[in-house]
């Protein structure tokens, strides 16, 4: 388990950049040093015999990536809506990964006074190792993903040697 607190990750003390995004009607955030860019995605291949959390790969210009799901890693609720599908293509490590989201909401600017543990309420939704930081923007709960912790490294591992 990598600890990655969202204070260790700003430069100089200056404002964190933070990507927003929906899932099942919550607002999440990636810090954006992590986000190499963000897509829409129609079709992607599965693979028999994963984690259900893991959707498939994903072709991205040629560049093959693990797909991944945080509804189903988090035990949310399925979607309602199958429409337009937003990915997240983010870095961590070696590892280039896509996270599904219902909806890129933008990006914000944070200082490091505005970040906060998790409150117990939502380490019960989410395992806390998920987490880096709770903020509050626009009087909404921002819960804020500690990409390197999201997912069993195995697993993704695998699937990167059999690309």
Same mark, same amino acid.
């Given at each position: 388990?990598?600890k990655?607190?969202?204070? $260790?990750? &700003? /430069?100089?003390?200056?404002?964190?950049?933070?990507?927003? !995004?929906?899932l099942?009607k919550e607002?999440?955030?990636?810090?954006i040093?992590? /986000?190499?860019?963000?897509? &829409?995605?129609?079709?992607?291949?599965?693979i028999?015999?994963?984690?259900?959390?893991? *959707?498939?790969?994903?072709d991205?210009?040629?560049? /093959?990536? /693990? *797909?991944? @799901?945080l509804?189903?890693? !988090?035990?949310?609720?399925?979607?309602?809506? $199958?429409?337009?599908?937003?990915?997240?293509?983010?870095?961590? $490590? @070696?590892?280039?990964?896509?996270?599904?989201?219902?909806?890129? %909401?933008? #990006?914000?600017s944070?200082? $490091? @006074?505005?970040? +906060?543990?998790?409150?117990? #309420?939502? +380490?019960?939704?989410?395992?806390? %190792? !998920? =987490?880096?930081?709770?903020?509050?923007? @626009? %009087?909404?709960?921002?819960?804020?993903?500690?990409?390197a912790? =999201?997912?069993? +490294?195995?697993d993704? &591992?695998?699937?990167?040697?059999?690309?």
């Amino acid at each position: 388990m990598v600890k990655t607190s969202l204070k $260790e990750a &700003s /430069v100089d003390g200056k404002d964190l950049k933070i990507v927003t !995004f929906a899932l099942s009607k919550e607002l999440y955030g990636i810090n954006i040093p992590q /986000v190499k860019e963000i897509t &829409s995605c129609n079709e992607y291949t599965t693979i028999p015999n994963t984690p259900s959390y893991i *959707l498939g790969l994903l072709d991205l210009r040629g560049e /093959v990536i /693990v *797909l991944l @799901d945080l509804q189903k890693r !988090f035990n949310l609720k399925p979607r309602e809506n $199958e429409g337009k599908k937003h990915v997240i293509i983010c870095q961590f $490590e @070696d590892h280039k990964l896509g996270i599904l989201v219902d909806n890129v %909401e933008g #990006i914000i600017s944070v200082s $490091e @006074d505005e970040i +906060k543990d998790p409150e117990e #309420i939502i +380490k019960k939704k989410i395992s806390p %190792e !998920f =987490l880096s930081g709770v903020i509050v923007y @626009d %009087e909404k709960v921002l819960i804020v993903l500690n990409i390197a912790n =999201l997912f069993e +490294k195995e697993d993704i &591992s695998k699937l990167e040697s059999n690309k």
